[in-house]
């Protein structure tokens, strides 16, 4: 089946590109939030049937805010990976597409959202899944979760999404390699719990004492999971002392003055 790809679509498949893997709920909010169900079914199956997407069934997946099931995401061909490369040759693209892990998937389609917030919040950024990226691009060969490549191309948030908490030592091994490396400039911490937060923020800057200010983590930032995704623009990012200063505006990023490269 032929398909003339038009600007929405080449949008769609970027963004399935950047995220590896989106529900439907999740392409119709970023890509079609002004049509109707019917219509985005119709766009997909065609995309589909011209071998541009892959449809696979996942089983039953509640959604984390809403009471409604998720049982079919959507993920990009080697066709696709093919011509997004023919549309933006400056991009450098995967040959082959990511994998679907059934046991990350949870994970994975929860933090196509939480990306999704953080470029409302961030205008002008680019975020992509940490699977993107090279090995040996950030933090001694620590990946993580997503990324943000801010306009200039240059400056790098890292993103780690903490659903459960990890033991004391291994996230001092992660807080470690980011501390070690100067290419991660900012990590920031979506947190599920204020336990998993307090845990983390207790192993950066000690813990706190009674009657002194809460000290600053430094370059790691931390926001509520529920709070970002429901208040994207008003959502609490900060290291204790200070909100993420975006590069260009000043108001909101990684520091403009750091410089540094990513593979992807």
């Not at 805010?65 to 490369?85: M, N």
């Not at 623009?233 to 909101?252: D, F, M, Q, R």
Request: hydrophobic residues 40%; proline residues 3%.
């Amino acid at each position: 089946m032929n398909v003339r790809l038009t600007e929405r679509d080449w949008s769609l498949l970027h963004a399935i590109y950047s995220r590896t893997v989106m529900s439907f709920c999740q392409i119709k909010a970023l890509c079609f939030a002004e049509r109707s169900k019917s219509v985005v079914h119709n766009r997909m199956t065609e995309l589909e049937r011209a071998g541009f997407i892959e449809r696979v069934r996942v089983g039953r997946i509640l959604h984390h805010l809403e009471a409604r099931e998720i049982g079919v995401v959507f993920c990009l061909t080697r066709k696709a990976l093919k011509w997004l490369q023919l549309k933006f040759p400056n991009e450098h693209f995967r040959l082959e597409p990511i994998p679907i892990n059934t046991t990350t998937l949870y994970h994975d389609l929860l933090l196509s959202d939480v990306l999704l917030a953080l470029e409302k919040r961030f205008l002008g950024s680019r975020f992509v899944n940490g699977k993107l990226i090279a090995a040996d691009s950030l933090a001694n060969g620590r990946l993580p979760d997503a990324v943000a490549e801010w306009p200039d191309g240059k400056n790098i948030l890292a993103v780690e999404l903490e659903l459960t908490a990890k033991s004391e030592k291994r996230y001092r091994q992660i807080i470690m390699q980011y501390r070690l490396h100067s290419r991660a400039a900012g990590v920031l911490y979506v947190t599920a719990t204020k336990g998993i937060q307090e845990k983390i923020e207790g192993i950066i800057a000690h813990k706190k004492v009674e009657g002194l200010a809460k000290p600053s983590t430094g370059k790691f930032y931390f926001a509520n999971l529920k709070d970002l995704l429901t208040r994207p623009l008003e959502a609490k990012i900060s290291n204790g002392t200070e909100g993420i200063i975006y590069p260009n505006t000043e108001a909101l990023g990684v520091s403009e003055r750091t410089t540094y490269g990513l593979k992807i």
